[in-house]
């Protein structure tokens, strides 16, 4: 497994964007898929994106699609989320975490790592 650490989260207005990271820590980083996912209060998590373990290839969410990009840095062991034209129902802690295999996928239970989240709030 691998230690995750999330920052970057913050209060946005509508229309606005942010960008969180995703710090690892281990030497598997670069052997691993990643991905996002967030949990609004009274939901459950739900899928936002993934990344392959070299970055080429990449899924999102329909609902997050054309607004954001993931993307990672191996050299760094970190991952990135940019978010775009942030809406309201973008409020959520947003959780990062790493998969078994470098293959991306969007199944929660394929993922054994989680860092503890950070807050992003949409809010005008």
């Known amino acids: 497994q691998v230690q995750l650490v999330e920052s970057g989260g913050g209060l946005v207005q509508p229309g606005g964007s942010l960008r969180v990271s995703c710090a690892a820590s281990?030497?598997?980083?670069?052997?691993?898929?990643m991905g996002w996912f967030r949990q609004a209060p009274g939901k459950e998590r739900e899928f936002v994106a993934t990344?392959?373990?070299?970055?080429?290839?990449?899924y999102y969410a329909a609902s997050v699609k054309g607004r954001f990009t993931i993307s990672r840095d191996n050299a760094k062991n970190t991952m990135f989320l940019q978010m775009n034209n942030l809406k309201p129902e973008d409020t959520a802690v947003y959780y990062c975490?790493?998969?078994?295999?470098?293959?991306?996928?969007?199944?929660?239970?394929?993922?054994?790592?989680w860092g503890q989240g950070t807050q992003v709030t949409v809010s005008s």
């Open positions: 990344i392959n373990w070299s970055g080429s290839t990449t």
């Open positions: 975490a790493a998969a078994r295999s470098p293959a991306y996928t969007t199944f929660t239970d394929r993922y054994d790592s």
């Open positions: 281990g030497r598997t980083f670069s052997n691993k898929a």
